[in-house]
């Protein structure tokens, strides 16, 4: 049944997709391509995360622009681009995307701000506060070191912004590096992070208007050295989609899945199967995008990374495979 459902998603994106002459979404879409918005200009939308809200899926990413520079003195051969903020699409079938504009912007030439070119801004994702009625988003904020590992948050009245940034936290004075947001069936929502010097991840319950970490958090894949969190909720079980820590360089993605989000979390292997699921088919997954609508269908999202010229990175999106309570992901 959900392999017939994942199959039926795949056909609709099929027929949904622009380009009458390629018959495979997944090509058209995502494997490993530049995804073009409505204008023709490729999607600048990396480590990004998707808010589905009255029928539209808003597509947040770190926008990288410029050139990229090899940081030096590093342990190992790691690459930057100024930090062009946070870019936001929107598009009603996953297919075609609008360019909504800077949903964030950057400062130039103030480098004691957070949120400047000189800086670190990355994965953002964006949740709404029905409550409030506030768009809220949670980003990992960071200097060239990596060393300051914050989280940032900003606030809109619409989707698609402008949001405005009030000012970043390590939750419970942990770091906070690789990151995810989510919201949760009963309204509560949760940061998911890399913390630790990325040594074992957290979870941590935010405030109920989702501007600030409480103290209620736990530890968990302790010691796994993980990051890239994707989470989803299926069926009343959370699953976790993680990336091993190779800067920009992929490698084996693991899953792990829980009856509780605070865990305790029960871990599996690699989600990915076939040729190159060892590095998740040379990508980085970072979301997992329920698709509206299919109570059975997500779609897994990733980064592949072109470490030398950042900005030239592109995306892979699969559909998930859920039997019983394992997740399978096919290139
Ligand atoms: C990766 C991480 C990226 C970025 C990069 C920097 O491991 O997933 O988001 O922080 O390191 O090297």
């Not at 027929?15 to 995804?35: A, F």
């Not at 520079?69 to 100024?82: A, G, I, M, S």
């Not at 004691?112 to 009625?133: F, G, H, L, M, Q």
């Not at 940061?191 to 208007?209: A, F, G, H, R, V």
């Amino acid at each position: 049944m959900k392999y017939l459902l994942t199959l039926a998603l795949t056909i609709t994106l099929c027929q949904l997709s622009y380009s009458k002459s390629i018959k495979n979404p997944v090509d058209t879409v995502s494997n490993g391509k530049t995804i073009l918005d409505e204008d023709g200009k490729p999607v600048n939308a990396h480590g990004a995360g998707v808010l589905y809200y009255k029928g539209v899926y808003y597509l947040f990413g770190e926008i990288k622009k410029g050139k990229t520079w090899l940081v030096p003195d590093q342990h190992w051969e790691d690459y930057r681009v100024p930090a062009g903020g946070v870019s936001c699409y929107s598009s009603t079938d996953l297919i075609h995307w609008k360019n909504r504009g800077v949903a964030l912007k950057p400062t130039t030439n103030n480098p004691a701000y957070d949120v400047d070119t000189s800086r670190v801004i990355e994965r953002p994702k964006v949740i709404y506060n029905e409550r409030t009625k506030k768009f809220v988003m949670w980003m990992h904020i960071d200097k060239n070191d990596y060393k300051y590992s914050r989280g940032g948050v900003a606030i809109s009245d619409k989707p698609y912004g402008p949001y405005h940034y009030l000012g970043s936290v390590k939750p419970n004075n942990q770091m906070l590096r690789d990151m995810n947001l989510f919201k949760d069936d009963n309204g509560k929502a949760y940061l998911i992070y890399s913390s630790e010097d990325n040594k074992t991840m957290q979870i941590c319950l935010l405030s109920s208007d989702y501007l600030k970490p409480t103290r209620h958090y736990s530890r968990i894949l302790i010691d796994k050295k993980r990051e890239s969190p994707a989470i989803f909720k299926h069926a009343g079980k959370y699953y976790l989609i993680t990336s091993g820590c190779s800067g920009w360089s992929p490698n084996a993605a693991s899953y792990a899945v829980a009856d509780h989000i605070m865990g305790p979390w029960k871990e599996h292997g690699n989600p990915c199967k076939g040729p190159n699921a060892d590095s998740s088919f040379y990508s980085q997954g970072g979301f997992v995008v329920p698709v509206a609508n299919k109570p059975n269908s997500f779609i897994f999202m990733g980064d592949v990374w072109n470490k030398t010229n950042l900005e030239e990175s592109k995306y892979l999106w699969l559909p998930i495979r859920i039997i019983k309570d394992e997740i399978e992901i096919y290139n």
